[in-house]
């Protein structure tokens, strides 16, 4: 059976799993990024969220979410961010500096999280924004059309009117105005759309429909779908034609401003030398006393081995294949590590409770260098770092924190990788 | 490697995500095909009561893979494709075009008969717009030319004493029949590494036919070489490809196609890169290279990207002092075999194409490598520019014969 050999190998590529890849790859390490499916990077709505609402008031979404975050550290020592804090903001500048190379410019709002327009015409705390949805002064706009369009599923705005209106943030004499475009098209996905937005007709299309409407102060909501590729700028050639600031919203996936950002970290790390195996799935692991010496590697064609100094865990729980479970059973795929359950509550009785699920919080239970802890803290596996959604601890659907403690837990991971000596 | 067997399980673990629809290289240039998603599992769902529930857009999946790649939960999006391709066929027929794209190993045989007058007519103009006309052959893209001799004619086995391992090498048709200097590149890299090789006469692999709904014709061919290769395995070769589409099918889409048992051959089977990667972490590959100070563009075929290893060949080549690769990374060329020849997709295998072109005028390279005879094909179309497959630059590296154009 073939051995691959690396420095450091990175499990997953999700925003955790890159992130260390790219800080292990500055440390001059040979790494090795191995993934089964395209990462859920490409999921996501595209901007980075560290802490969404008030401890103390869950409805309330927070300003500034470092002081909301040092209260979590402070009060729930178990918590991810806790493990991670000391390198929280450095990861974010490691992030924003990656993706400013590539010409996606990742805009913080002064400390404060952004209230950023949904689909569904809910405002939405986030921390960083590529410039394409990063809504601006939105309590001083005079008119804000959304731009729909017939062929196009998933995306209706009425809804996103409806519910706007409802917003105090907007000026009482704010007009929302509705516009149904139409692509000649028998439908449109999100990546269709996307593509003919690029074409210069596309463009010259959705102008010539949306001018009239336009008055003065407006801006322009659409789907997130102005383009794919990072080098035509559909956004601001649009905004150009039409005049007036146009933005894209969050939405269900497909959803292009995580497709983009997913690209941009898989050429980046390309660009590292790091070398990335998609389509296979690590399925074992040899460990001999506290390290792990090997592991197994499927793909759809044969199974190889390979050896590394360090083993990045960055399998994104549930939704990454991370963890499987069976009914009253739960396992972590690879080296089988312990999973918390907490009080082995599964589920809260209520669907859309505001504490959450408790299946939210399981994952496993490291120490501050991420490495897996049994009940007695005492590390399993010494060579093993635990990234990002696999870690036990966090509510990440209801505190909005799962970017932001994967982009700290997988730069700090990244780091210890680095600093281990050959 | 596992073979899994249980289908409704592995169709359970959709969980209607879409990121095969947001990867389908296919659904963001064209509106006539719903959509990976929709065709294969929302619709296999269907099909395992009611095996004709297949959507007429089926025929525009270009079998790129894509979604198995991109997929987090293992779902085999694109064998649940091929199938429904295959029973849209066996209810509906498929057109006599579609009938004879498919059969390459045939037309390659009739071929023979004067390879060289086939190459003359396949570039008549007159001649490629009543085969549009007719049959529905797109007249703008370019037939690959047929060699004056096949591979098989001109490969001679050379005798290595105390040879290091012993291969049979599957050249597929492409390279038999239209660039055998690819597999005469490799046979003299496997000899100078003191690596026996041998040849013998197979039916082409069947995806060809498997891409166009021929399920009954692939199964045959399946049939057939499962049946030759396990004979040779059994006598302690290893299976060499040059191609990765070969390499895919023999590995993976008999088994998920049509339930034969192909453990054996996708634990013996290996691309050439692959199998030298191995030596070399062996420690039994001659690494004396000398320089050679030039600049290529490498773009990965999709089907080599879904086998699940990597990018083997860029490894090795690494080891070539002075060689620079531009690794491409523009996803899928656009023309999936067959599939671009057909006047009706041409324009789509064209648009997939064009990230291909932004991406080589990007990197601003002149000559380009890849392991796809297709894939080499579409992107000299779509460029203009040289292709090659990087075992010619692995020979040349070791001052062997390269049959690179000089």
Known sequence: MMNKKTDVLVIGAGLSGMMAAARAAQSGKKVTLLTKGMGTLSLTSGCIDLWGYEVDNPKQPCGSPFAQIQKVVEQNPSHPYAKVYDVLKESLTFFQGICDKDGLTYRDNGGENWLLPTAVGTLRPTYLAPTSMAVKDLNKVKQIVVAGFDELKDFYPEVLVTNLKKSKLLRPDCELTVAHLKSGWKKLYATSLAHRLEQPEGQREVIRQLKPLIKPGAIVLFPPALGERRDIDVAGLISKGLGCPVYEVTNLPPALPGQRLQDLFLKYLKNQGVTVILSSTVTGAQVAGNRCSHVTAEGAGKTFTISAQTYILATGSFVGGGFDSKPGQIEETIFGLPINTGDGKWASGEFLSLKGHPFNRFGIDVNDRLQPVDGQSKVILENVLVTGANLAGSEFSIEKCGNGVALASGFKAGKLAGEVSR | ?406
């Not at chain 2, 490799?186 to 069947?206: K, Y």
């Not at chain 2, 034969?260 to 050439?272: F, K, L």
């Not at chain 2, 072109?357 to 894939?375: F, Y």
Request: glycine fraction near 8%; hydrophobic fraction near 35%.
């Open chain 2, 1 to 406: 490697m596992t073979q899994k067997h249980d289908k409704h399980l592995i169709l359970d673990n959709c969980i209607k995500c879409s990121i095969c629809v947001a990867n389908c290289p296919v659904v963001k240039v064209t509106d006539k095909y719903a959509g990976p998603k929709q065709n294969g599992p929302d619709l296999e769902r269907f099909r395992l009561d009611e095996p004709r529930a297949v959507h007429p857009s089926i025929e525009y999946c270009s079998n790129c893979k894509t979604c198995d790649v991109v997929c987090p939960s293992g779902v085999n999006v694109s064998a649940m494709n091929c199938k429904a391709k295959g029973e849209y066929v066996a209810l509906h027929g498929a057109p006599i075009r579609d009938q004879v794209l498919g059969r390459v190993e045939l037309i390659c045989k009739a071929a023979q008969i004067a390879p060289a007058l086939v190459n003359w007519a396949a570039n008549v103009k007159p001649f490629r717009a009543i085969g549009e006309a007719t049959f529905g052959v797109a007249a703008d893209m370019p037939f690959p030319r047929f060699a004056s001799r096949t591979f098989l004619q001109q490969y001679k086995p050379k005798k290595i004493n105390n040879p290091k391992g012993k291969v049979l090498y599957y050249p597929g048709c492409y390279v038999n029949y239209y660039t055998p200097q690819v597999g005469l590149a490799l046979a003299e890299v496997f000899a100078h590494n003191g690596i026996e090789m041998v040849v013998d006469s197979f039916n082409c692999c069947g995806l060809p036919t498997v891409s166009n709904g021929l399920t009954e014709v692939a199964k045959g061919y399946a049939r057939n070489n499962v049946a030759k290769l396990n004979s040779y395995i059994e006598k302690g070769y290893k299976i060499i490809t040059t191609c990765p589409s070969c390499n895919l099918t023999l590995r993976q889409e008999y088994h998920e196609l049509f339930d034969m048992d192909t453990v054996r051959i996708n634990n013996e089977t290996y691309d050439a890169f692959e199998y030298l990667l191995m030596l070399h972490e062996a420690g039994k590959l001659d690494t004396r290279l000398k320089a050679l100070p030039q600049r290529f563009g490498y773009h990965q075929p999709c089907h080599l990207r879904s086998v699940g290893f990597g990018i083997p060949s860029l490894e090795i080549l690494r080891l070539i002092p002075q060689l620079e690769v531009h690794n491409l990374e523009a996803g899928c060329c656009g023309l999936s075999g067959s599939y671009g020849f057909k006047k009706e997709k041409y324009p789509i295998s064209q648009e997939i194409g064009q990230n291909v072109v932004q991406a080589i005028q990007e990197a601003g390279v002149t000559q380009n490598i890849t392991e796809c005879g297709m894939c080499q094909l579409q992107i000299n179309h779509l460029s203009g520019l040289p292709i090659h497959h990087p075992i010619q630059l692995l020979a040349e590296a070791y001052g062997l014969p390269s049959y690179l154009p000089k």
